[in-house]
Nanobody
Framework: QVQLVESGGGLVQPGGSLRLSCVAS????????MAWYRQVPGQQRELVASISKGMNTNYGDSVKGRFTISRDNTENTVYLQMNSLKPEDTAVYYC????????WGRGTQVTVSS
């Protein structure tokens, strides 16, 4: 059974940083394309960042230069380092694992507010 568990969300002031983690189980992690998405109520889920099994990365335009995605295949974990956070980064952040099928975590709330 594939399971993704996100952690690291919370309340942070504008300009601050957070690091999200997503631990995967039930899969051969190194085979999977991993990604972070985010969603604000009433809006579509959008891609934040992705990392392939070959370590190629891709970022949404709104986070380029501020966020960094990485993965540790020995720990079955994908990370999202978020710096220079803005109020518009407030959302629920979801981890996604894709190989033949796609699996989602339950999400972690990130709130950027003073």
């Amino acid at each position: 059974q594939v399971q993704l568990v996100e952690s690291g969300g919370g309340l942070v002031q504008p300009g601050g940083s957070l690091r999200l983690s997503c631990v995967a189980s039930g899969i051969t992690f190194s085979d999977y394309h991993m990604a972070w998405y985010r969603q604000v109520p009433g809006q579509q889920r959008e891609l934040v960042a992705s990392i392939s099994k070959g370590m190629n990365t891709n970022y949404g335009d709104s986070v380029k230069g501020r966020f960094t995605i990485s993965r540790d295949n020995t720990e079955n974990t994908v990370y999202l380092q978020m710096n220079s956070l803005k109020p518009e980064d407030t959302a629920v952040y979801y981890c996604n694992a894709r190989y033949i099928s796609s699996t989602w975590g339950r999400g972690t709330q990130v709130t950027v507010s003073s």
